[in-house]
C-alpha cells in the first residue's frame, strides 16, 4: 500500500507524539509500577509503550478534519497538559465524576489548585505548543488527497496496534481485566471518552412532570414528646483513620474527648467527591444503583421530613447543597454577608451565628439544621483553619503537595481537623442550651476521605471501584441530648457496626421518630430508638 503522508498528517502525527512524550508520563509510571522493569519484561513494557502511541495516533487522525485540525490540536495541546498535571501531581485519573467535580469548581477553589509548577508545565507543554499549531498548521491538499491518506494511514496504525498485541496476547487480556485503573491514565484518550460520557448523562432528557415522591408512608409515632432539634454536620474530605477518636496517634480530638460522644469506626461512603456523596447520602437510593440525574427528581430525606412537619435549614460553607436542598431554606455562609468568622476565609464556626434566632422562629416545631463545613477541603489545608490551630509542624503551606514532605502535608491535614474538632464541640455546646425544651442531638458524617500520598495518590474523587480506603473510610460521630429517644449507652455496643451513606435517609426519619416501609432496616441500630422499639414499628 503506498501512503501518502500529507503536511496536516504529518502535524497531526507529531503532535500525538509531543502528547505522548508529555502528557504521559503517569501512565508509563504505573506500567512500571505493574510490570517491573527487567530484561524479561521488556517486550512487553515496549509493547503496551507503542500500542498506547499508536492508539492515541489514531483518536487523533480520526477527530481531526479540513479546517478545524489546527483548533483542534490546540485544545488537545492545552487539556492535556492540564490533565498531565493533576495525573502526575496527584495521582488522579480524570474520569466523569472528576469532571464534575472541575465544572462546579469555584474560583476560589480553583485560585487554591493554582501555583507556579502549574504555569509553567501549561505554559511551556501547552500554550506555547498550541500557539505554534494554529500559527504553522498547513493547509489541507484538497479533500481526496486528504481522505486517502488518513484512510491509509489509520489502516496502517490498526495494523500496528494488531502486529504489538499478538504476540502478548495472555498479558494484554490480563492487562485489560486486572488494570482499569492504568488505562484511565491515557491521556488524552481516557479523558475524552469522559468528558463524552458526561456530556451524554447532562444532554439526556430530564423533563419530568412532577417530583417524585419517596416513603409516602411516614408516619410520625410514639407517645407525645418534646419537639426534636437536630444539627446535621456534614463535613468535607475527613477521614476516619485522622480522629483520635477512632484510634489516631496524633490528639486530634481534644474537644470532643471531654464530651460524651460515639464515634462510629466502620463508616464507609457513597461517593469519592461532594458532588456524588452529598446528593447521595440524602437519597433513597443505594450507592450501587445511585445515579445523580435521577436522583435529582425524586424525594430526598430533606423533602420526606420537611412534609412530615420538621423544619429545615441548610447552612452552606462549601460550595453548594449539591442539589439537595434547592427546595429548603438556604443560607450560603462563604462570604462576610452572613458569615461574621472569617479571615482569609469564612469559618465553618460562623455558621452558628444567628441560629438562635432562627430555633425561636420555629417553637413547637421540630427542626433539621443541616450545617456544610469546609473542614478538609484540599490541597491547601493550612488554609482550612486559623492560625491558632496550628499546633502540629512544619506544615505544608503549597497546593503543590508533591513539594512538601509526608510530615508537613499530614500535619496540615491533622490541624484542619482539630479545628473541626473544635468546630463539633461548639455545636454539642449550642445544642445543650437546648436540651430542656427540645430532644436535641449532634450527627457529624463527613462526605469523603482523602488520599494524602497513599500509593502516589493525592486529594480524591477516584473511581469508586478501586478507589482506596482512605477516600471512603469515613468519620461519624454522635452526640444525644438528655431527652433524645437514643441514649449514648444504647449506641455503645453498636460502635463498631458497619454503616455507610445508605443509612443516612432512614437514621435521619427515625431520628424524627417517623416509620416507613421504606426503612425496614431500622433494625439493629436503627431499632434501638425507644418510640420504634416499643411500638414494634408498623
Known sequence: MKIILTPLNRTIILVS????????????????EIYTFSFGNLPFILSLTIFFTLATTLFMLMIS????????????????????????QYGIVIDTVMIDNIVQTNLHEAAGLLNMNLVIRTFFLGLLPAWFVLRNTPAAQGFKAELMSKIALLILLILGIG???????????????????????????YFTYSGVQYLTQKFKSTEVVRLKQTATDAVEIGPEHKNELIILVVGETARA???????YAKETNPQLSKQDVVSMTDVSSCGTSTGESVPCMFSIMKRKHF?????????NALDVLYENGVQILWRDNNSDSKGVAVRMQYEDFKSPKLNPECDEECRDIGMLSGLDRYIASKSKKDILIVLHQMGNHGPEYYRRYPKEFERFTPT?????????????????YDNAILYTDFFLSKVIDFLKKYDGRYETAMLYVSDHGESLGEHGIYLHAAPYMI??????????????????????DQLKPYRDYPLSHDDLFCMLLVGFEMDSKTCETRRNVLFENRDLKSTGGK
Open 17 to 32: 507524539l509531543f502528547i505522548m512524550l508529555t502528557g504521559n508520563l503517569s501512565l508509563l509510571k504505573r506500567l512500571l
Open 65 to 88: 478534519y479540513g479546517r478545524a485540525t489546527r483548533w483542534i490540536l490546540a485544545f488537545f495541546l492545552i487539556a492535556s497538559s492540564q490533565a498531565a498535571y493533576y495525573m502526575d
Open 163 to 189: 502486529a504489538v498485541v499478538a504476540p502478548f496476547t495472555a498479558g494484554y487480556a490480563s492487562f485489560v481485566r486486572e488494570h482499569k485503573m492504568t488505562r484511565m491514565f491515557s491521556n488524552p484518550i
Open 241 to 247: 483513620d485522622r480522629f483520635s477518636l477512632n484510634g
Open 291 to 299: 445515579n445523580r440525574e435521577e436522583a435529582l427528581h425524586i424525594e
Open 396 to 412: 505544608c503551606k503549597s497546593s503543590d503537595l508533591k513539594n512538601c514532605t509526608k510530615e508537613e502535608i499530614d500535619n496540615a
Open 467 to 488: 478507589a482506596p480506603k482512605e477516600q471512603t473510610h469515613i468519620p461519624a460521630i454522635l452526640w444525644m441530648g438528655k431527652n433524645f429517644d437514643y441514649q449514648i
